[in-house]
């Protein structure tokens, strides 16, 4: 079963740019799932969508994030990567990896932990 | 960006009672709407895709229903596990958007 769990730092400076991991177990990266997607949830708020990657190496992202983020494949890794640069206060959240189990499937069935980022300095 | 509008933002329920929730998308994305479940300090949880569809494991008291723009998911005769926020998402497109969640609390 499909398997998902986020890595990185749980607190990043002002400005600097935020670095996460989902590590992929369960399957390959290459050919289980259509699409990988970041999700973030500041606390006490509702979830943002970050950006997704495709099996084909397409990468979609937020138009209120785009100019900051970089989401990326490690398929050596079985690992996708999520960059934020320029970090602010307001990047705070808990930041999930995501996934659709079933290839072609849309909806996000798989979740990992999500990991708790803190932008302070 | 197709914007997600639920409503209510948060609802007080009995135990049994029925609850409904509406999520209103700014343009059509035919039957491409999602929900879920999320508890206190865990992750969403999927409970209907593809607007109708139960995903499995998920109890028969959740269903969903609509089309287009204007979408609902059913929770009959609700439970005290049932307490959660509920969020939909849409993936008509592939910039994907969530709508601002429904905060069901039991009475």
């Known amino acids: 079963q499909l398997q998902l769990q986020e890595s990185g730092p749980g607190l990043v400076k002002p400005s600097e740019t935020l670095s996460l991991t989902c590590t992929v177990s369960?399957?390959?990266?290459?050919?289980?799932?259509?699409?990988w997607g970041w999700i973030r949830q500041p606390p006490g708020k509702g979830l943002e969508w970050i950006g997704s990657i495709y099996y084909s190496g397409s990468t979609y992202y937020n138009p209120s994030l785009k100019s900051r983020v970089t989401i990326s494949v490690d398929t050596s890794k079985n690992q996708f990567s999520l960059k934020l640069s320029s970090v602010t206060a307001a990047d705070t959240a808990v930041y999930y990896c995501?996934?659709?189990?079933?290839?072609?499937?849309?909806?996000?069935?798989?979740w990992g932990q999500g990991t708790m980022v803190t932008v302070s300095s | 960006e197709i914007v997600l509008t639920q409503s209510p933002d948060f609802q007080s329920v009995t135990p049994k009672e029925k609850v409904t929730i509406t999520c209103r998308a700014s343009?059509?994305?035919?039957?491409?709407l999602h929900w879920y479940q999320q508890k206190p300090d865990q992750s969403p949880k999927l409970l209907i895709k593809y607007a109708s569809q139960s995903f499995s494991g998920v109890p028969s008291r959740f269903s969903g229903s609509g089309s287009g723009t204007d979408f609902t998911l059913t929770i009959n005769s609700l439970e005290a596990e049932d307490a959660a926020t509920y969020y939909c998402?849409?993936?008509?497109?592939?910039?994907?958007?969530f709508g601002g969640g429904t905060k069901v609390e039991i009475k």
């Open positions: 995501a996934s659709p189990s079933t290839y072609g499937d849309d909806a996000f069935d798989i």
């Open positions: 998402h849409q993936s008509s497109s592939y910039s994907l958007t």
């Open positions: 343009q059509s994305i035919g039957s491409s």
């Open positions: 369960g399957g390959s990266i290459s050919s289980s799932s259509y699409y």
